[in-house]
C-alpha cells in the first residue's frame, strides 16, 4: 500500500523587486497595505547596471546605493495589486519587478 502524499503543490506568482535601499521602507509601507502578501528583503551584494557599470555595496555609507532583493510568493488573484503599488517606482527607474510562476509546496 501507498504512502499518502503529506503535501501538494499550489500555483503562485514569485515577485522579485529589486530596489534601492533608500526607498525600501516606502515600498515595505506599501506591501504591508496589501491584503495577504507576505515577503522577504535580502541584500544585494554586487551587481552590473546597463547605465551604471558594475556596482558593489561595500564601501557603501548610506542607503543610496545600496539595493535589496524584495521576494514574494503571492497568489495569482494578487498579483495586479501589488503591481499597482510599484507601478511608479519601476515607471521612475527606482525599481525593477520580475514575476514568474511557481509552484509551492504545502503540507
Do not use: N
Amino acid at each position: 500500500m501507498t504512502e499518502p502524499v503529506p503535501w501538494s503543490l499550489r500555483p503562485q506568482k514569485r515577485v522579485e523587486i529589486i530596489v534601492d535601499a533608500a526607498v525600501l521602507p516606502r515600498l515595505s509601507r506599501r506591501l504591508d497595505g496589501l491584503a495577504d502578501t507576505a515577503y522577504t528583503v535580502l541584500p544585494a551584494a554586487a551587481g552590473h547596471s546597463a547605465s551604471e557599470g558594475h556596482w558593489s555595496r561595500s564601501g557603501e555609507l548610506g542607503a543610496a546605493g545600496r539595493y535589496v532583493v524584495v521576494f514574494c510568493l503571492i497568489e495569482p488573484d494578487a498579483l495586479d495589486p501589488l503591481l499597482s503599488v510599484t507601478a511608479d517606482l519601476v515607471r521612475t527607474g527606482t525599481a525593477s519587478v520580475a514575476v514568474s510562476d511557481v509552484s509551492v509546496v504545502s503540507a
